[in-house]
């Protein structure tokens, strides 16, 4: 059966704002194809992302309902902390687990187009840190659809178009300014149906996505157990099969890249080493004031022991505080939950 591109799935994060902004400001009013929009923004931020972009936009633009149909000439954003899902002919927003660390993630978005749309789905990534997007944008290019990526050159900060290169090798690479133009090319063009099955761990992901449950049995068959933890349950890890690029779950969904997953662990590595120079300060304190109340009763054998107990605490506190001030990497530059340009 002969179809057209008509879904077209946009991602971006830091910086990722004012790309969007330029596309959709250029996007013509007859614009054949339905759009999604995921912008990495804060859990608590006010749903206000679809009023502050219909300002510029031709297409009405709205934040999506619970199980709202798909429709050529709009665009649909996800509320705050909520996952965009796409279905055969609604739209769904999830509170599923965080993948990438976000609610919503664009892996979540195009993933779930490619499963259900195939050839028809046209992938932007856009600016952004880190690597959110580049395995849902080979979910997309396996499918059959086309992948655009901004040209990293004019990102505000291109890691995630970087990122995306690399993995799906993007069928264009433009800047931002030149992606409408090229929107409206594919969209009009007619495709087929893909010849292939949906594989079966991307399937699986996009319901994991829907907040379904998976059994550690169903992650063994879906890849392999690894020796590393979830940095946000603690659970342990699967590297899934057949995902993409290197890719990890754990068995109540919340999913990473490796890059993300690096990010994480230097971050939790920092936070304890920062645990553990609060409880060496605290015992070098609590060391010398015990000297001092063991001179005050005359028992300098005391005094002596908690002084030199403090001595060794201030020397491993210096010793820290020396990592510490060194740090500056993944840990310091990762993206997090936190608004559209802020250090997330």
Known sequence: MAHTRDITVIGGSAGGMTAVREILRALPADYPAAVFVVLHVAPE???VLADILNRISALPVRTAGLRERIRAGTVLVPPPDHHLVLEHDVVRISHGP????????IDVLFRSAAVAFGTRVTGVVLSGMLDDGSAGLWAIKRRGGVAVVQDPATAEYPDMPRNALETARADYCLPAGEIATRLVMLAREAVADPVDIVPRTMAREVLMASDDLVSMEE?????KRVPFTCPECGGSLWELDDAGTQHFRCHVGHAYSIQTLVAEQSARVEAAL????RSLEENERLARRMSVEAGRRGNDRSASSYTENAQ?????????????????????????????ESRK
């Open 45 to 47: 931020s006010p749903p």
């Open 98 to 105: 965080r993948e990438n660390r976000h609610r919503p993630s």
């Open 219 to 223: 992650l063994d068959s879906l890849g």
């Open 274 to 277: 920062w645990a553990a120079l």
């Open 312 to 340: 060794t605490s201030a020397s491993h506190a210096e010793v820290l505080r020396d990592l510490l001030a060194q740090a500056g990497g993944p840990a310091m530059q990762a993206e997090g939950p936190g608004g559209i």
